[in-house]
């Protein structure tokens, strides 16, 4: 499908803001990007599950994790080249994805949300208890990154291209046939299964897409911070990354990366004037599920309807 034009004059304007970043002279804004460049296609790759097959996990943060922890250590630990370690990092993201989303996709519901839950605490766990290999609770520290990207500047052009590349597969794989039947699946799973669609393997596939490319959002983390933490695992960090997803808009497929960009921005204002961000966040939780479930995104598009009526 192509993206319409008021889409990709934004898009195109975006990009082009992003490309002068550094051209600003802030080290700190180009770190604040690069931040919310991984999380919004972190955000992106939750979405799948959410807004397209319309499956709510709580254990997203398994593959960020996976994925960082993978990466890193094969910098590190056995001095993989990065044309070799990243794309790793990757493919075992996946392949956990699609192992774990084998048992998953058998339930529903709350015992689907439940269960990606539980494999997530079991990653997060291996990661606490596996000192040796991950550093346990004090974290993976001194993350061997390339000369050639390694440096603020660099590094953050190394993110905007990969980020830019997973966002446009992910919106050629959301709107393609496969995204299409996906949101059928959604709306009613019983009478897309009627028409002949393998309900349960689409939303297999779905999970393994998610899975796959929270993994990339997880090895720029850990190349970015020069080190992994078992935090990145826990499930604090999948309920942060499905609240981006809802105050976006989980129903639009660049909701999930503005309420990436919010929730971050909001994030470091508030943390420089109160230690209870964790309240700020709970609030947040409950405007957005009381008052604006569609999000941001579903928020602009009933006012823009609103002044179209009152015109």
Known sequence: MVMPRGTAIVVVLVLAGLLLVPVLGSNYLVDLSTEILIYMLFALSLNVL??????????????????????AILL??????????????????GLAAAFVGYFCVKLTDIYFAMLTLAFAMFVWAVAFKWRDMTGGDDGF?????????????????????????SIALLW???????????????????????????????????????????GIAGALLAMYNHGMYVESAFWTESAQVLIMTLLGGMYSFFGPAMGAALLYLLNVF????????????GVILLIILLFVPEGVVGLGQKIRQQLAKAD
């Open 76 to 93: 590190t630990t056995y001095e993989w080249p990065l044309l070799l370690a990243f794309p790793a990092a990757v493919l075992l993201s």
């Open 50 to 71: 959410i807004g397209y097959s319309g499956n709510v996990s709580f254990g997203h943060a398994a593959y960020f994790a996976i994925g960082g922890y993978t990466c």
């Open 270 to 281: 508030t943390i420089q004037y109160t230690e209870y961000w964790p309240t700020v966040q």
């Open 141 to 165: 520290v001194g993350v061997t990154v390339p000369a050639l990207i390694d440096g603020r500047v660099p590094y953050f052009y190394f993110t905007l291209v990969v980020v830019s590349i």
């Open 172 to 214: 050629v794989i959301c709107h393609s046939a496969f995204g299409r039947t996906l949101v059928a699946v959604r709306e009613n799973r019983t009478r897309a299964g009627f028409v002949g669609v393998n309900t349960r393997a689409m939303r297999h596939v779905a999970f393994v897409v998610a899975g796959t490319f929270a």
